[in-house]
């Protein structure tokens, strides 16, 4: 009797569960009307969720961030079930068409209990993957490359001291390493061949670095190039003091074999004031600069010291004929002994040689040929003045005109490897007057860019970016040489510029000067009354100027360049400006001058006025018929550094609050030719500002830092 029981209940066991097998498997079937369009809601959320994560990694990786493997594995993933999605939803009409009999029953069982078996999977899938897309973060900063790849152009003579200095580089026993030579001969190229060759080299190293070091050398300088190379690049680091970043760098280098490249050392680089731990067989790192004499080798304590030497005779003329070209070396029969006689007194020096050969490449006549070789012979090669500067010379002779020459010896009152704005450059020599053959800026531009040109192709600048151009530090030197001592009764240069001075030089150091430069130093006060009756340019930006003695302008009635650009500590102006009766150009930008002196009417020839990116310009006052005052006006800048509301109305203020005494004063002047200002706040203002007829046949240039409403935009166009 027990066994039938035991019998009885193992088949209703067995019966039950395959009802609830059968049952289970029916609904796949029977809640397909409800999975599908739950399947679609789904997949619709999922395409909308996926678009949100990629606009946002296409954001990160705009900004040059490396988005989480986690996001792209995400990502793919959905791509992968929006696919299969899409094909169960593309296929559910068919599949709904073979129901009958309500929802339960198919034509075709098994096919529709398998499909309706993956809609229900597909939608378990996709929700749960929903779930996980919500990434508080889909990116982080890219870790720098261990070597960044710097331009170079193919090295010639070089083959021998590069293998000469990487031998020392795989020596254990080598740390610091000190390549010195004449300026002009090719260490930065050497350096730059050796910092390109890590990148195809077994990884031995954890990251290279390359600083420039220039002839005052900023520690601060140096430390955020190195900050940049490991992770150190934000604002806030930046802010930091020498100290604290020495402390982070030291952090990050003790634990990393590192090769650290310095380019142009002039005097010690303290290692530990920097951060830089000092290479030692123990941590495997390296250190290598260049330098222009065994002394600075000497204070690096370079365990070895590499002298790079001119170029052997067939190197130099190899060289030489790539500059030259084929083209003019065979324009004429006695040119190729010509050339290679010129090719000779270069004495191997590269920098002489590419300069030179660029010089000579449109020179098709003996004649010239003969005259360059002449000029050269001058010269031997013992030191600096009597063998560099005289070669170099040679392409400043060769300018087609004084105009050029001037120019270029304009450029070497900007500090060691200062990167000139191309456009304010130009701006610069045009109130100087030194573009006079045009009245107009805008036409004189076209002379200046033609210059700038020129002297880049004569390799006198180097370009740096589509806007900025610097000059070569022997380049520079070579000019200062010919400004303040060969032509020193045409010019009369006084350059200290990036000298590291705290306070103003003796005014007797500078009385008879023409062009004088002190910028980029820490001189807080100018306290002399100068008299500097042939003074007609003073660079005095990039200090920490805050005040001005009212006496300092009183005797320099010639001056016609005043630049006190990035002196963010300087609020007040002297009253004695007044007395600069020929100034042409004031550049007052990036400074916190709070209010201009009405006594800036007498400066009636003033042709330029920066008041760009003034900290408290917004809030600045201008009196009222101060502008319009300078009627011969032809450049006007007043761009906010920052946004913030403009003044309150005040009665005797240009900068109110609707700009309308603002362009009251801009339509008195006739010759305004570029107008940088902030944004105008109304479409009204704007039309009326536009609708002046001198705007219509005088402005050639018009920057608003934003237009309020499109229809602005339509209505200057």
């Not at 026993?173 to 002009?184: A, H």
């Not at 740096?464 to 030197?477: L, N, Q, S, T």
């Amino acid at each position: 009797m027990g066994n039938c029981c035991s019998i009885q209940i193992g088949v209703e066991n067995f019966l039950l569960r395959g009802w609830v097998f059968i049952v289970g498997h029916a609904n796949y079937v029977c809640k397909l009307k409800q999975t599908l369009p739950t399947l679609s809601a789904a997949l619709q959320e999922l395409r909308a969720q996926r678009n949100d994560v990629q606009r946002e990694v296409d954001v990160a990786e705009q900004r040059l961030l490396k988005p989480f493997e986690q996001v792209q594995l995400w990502l793919s993933k959905a791509e992968t079930m929006i696919t299969k999605a899409e094909k169960l939803i593309e296929d559910g009409p068919q599949q709904m068409n073979n129901l009958c009999l309500g929802t339960c029953a198919s034509k075709n069982f098994l096919s529709s209990y398998k499909f309706g078996k993956n809609v229900t999977k597909m939608l378990q899938e996709i929700n749960d993957h929903v779930s996980k897309g919500a990434f508080k973060k889909v990116a982080e900063s890219r870790p720098s490359a261990s070597v960044v790849v710097r331009p170079e152009e193919r090295p010639i003579g070089l083959e021998s001291t590069i293998e000469k200095v990487w031998s020392c580089i795989v020596d254990k026993d080598v740390g610091i390493i000190g390549l010195y030579g004449l300026g002009g001969v090719g260490k930065t190229t050497l350096l730059t061949q050796i910092n390109n060759k890590f990148s195809t080299t077994p990884d031995k190293f954890d990251v290279v670095i390359w600083a420039p070091v220039s002839k005052d050398y900023n520690v601060a300088k140096i430390q955020d190039k190195i900050g940049g190379n490991i992770g150190f690049s934000d604002a806030f680091w930046k802010s930091k003091s020498v100290d604290e970043k020495a402390v982070d760098i030291y952090g990050v280098l003790r634990n990393k074999r590192f090769v650290v490249l310095l380019d142009n050392l002039w005097e010690r680089v303290d290692l530990n004031k920097v951060g830089i731990p000092k290479p030692s067989q123990e941590n495997g790192s390296k250190l290598i600069f260049t330098a222009r004499s065994l002394e600075v080798c000497g204070e690096m304590e370079a365990r070895k010291r590499i002298k790079v030497e001119c170029l052997e005779p067939e190197m130099a003329w190899e060289l030489f004929q790539v500059k030259v070209g084929d083209e003019t070396l065979n324009s004429h029969p006695n040119i190729w002994k010509l050339a290679e006689q010129v090719a000779e007194r270069c004495g191997g020096l590269p920098l002489a040689l590419i300069t030179i050969g660029r010089a000579m490449a449109c020179k098709t006549t003996p004649m010239e040929w003969k005259y360059a070789f002449e000029m050269l012979k001058r010269s031997t090669l013992p030191k600096m003045k009597n063998e560099v500067f005289p070669l170099l010379k040679f392409s400043y002779d060769d300018l087609p005109n004084a105009t050029m020459k001037c120019c270029l010896l304009y450029c070497c009152l900007y500090r060691d490897d200062y990167r000139i704005p191309r456009k304010g450059l130009v701006e610069h020599w045009f109130c100087e007057g030194l573009l006079n053959e045009f009245d107009r800026f805008s036409e004189a531009q076209i002379q200046g860019d033609h210059i700038i040109n020129s002297l880049l192709n004569a390799c006198l600048l180097e370009r740096v970016g589509e806007d900025y151009v610097k000059m070569h530090d022997v380049i520079r030197d070579m000019a200062l040489w010919i400004a303040c001592e060969l032509e020193v009764k045409e010019n009369n240069f006084f350059v200290k510029a990036g000298a590291q001075l705290l306070e103003e030089p003796d005014a007797m150091t500078w009385e008879c000067a023409k062009r004088m430069s002190i910028m980029s130093n820490h001189i807080k006060v100018l306290r002399e009354t100068l008299k500097c009756h042939n003074l007609r340019t003073l660079f005095l930006g990039e200090n920490n100027l805050q005040v001005i003695s009212d006496g300092f302008f009183h005797f320099i009635p010639r001056l016609t360049v005043l630049n006190l650009s990035r002196n963010y500590g300087l609020e007040e102006l002297p009253k004695g400006i007044s007395q600069l009766i020929s100034l042409e150009c004031l550049d007052l930008s990036s400074t916190g001058i709070r209010e201009l002196p009405i006594e800036l009417k007498s400066l009636t020839k003033l042709k330029m006025l920066d008041l760009s990116n003034m900290l408290f310009v917004r809030k600045m006052k201008i009196p009222r018929q101060l502008i319009s005052s300078f009627s011969k006006l032809q450049i006007f800048k007043l761009r906010p550094l920052i946004n913030r509301d403009y003044p309150d109305e005040e009665e005797d203020n240009v900068l109110n609050g609707v700009n309308e005494n603002l362009i009251k004063e801009l339509k008195c002047l006739q010759h305004l030719n570029i107008l940088s200002i902030p944004p105008i706040k109304s479409v009204f203002a704007l039309e009326r500002f536009l609708s002046f007829n001198l705007f219509r046949c005088c402005i050639e240039t018009l920057e608003l830092d934003e237009f309020r409403d499109q229809r602005c935009l339509m209505f200057y166009a």
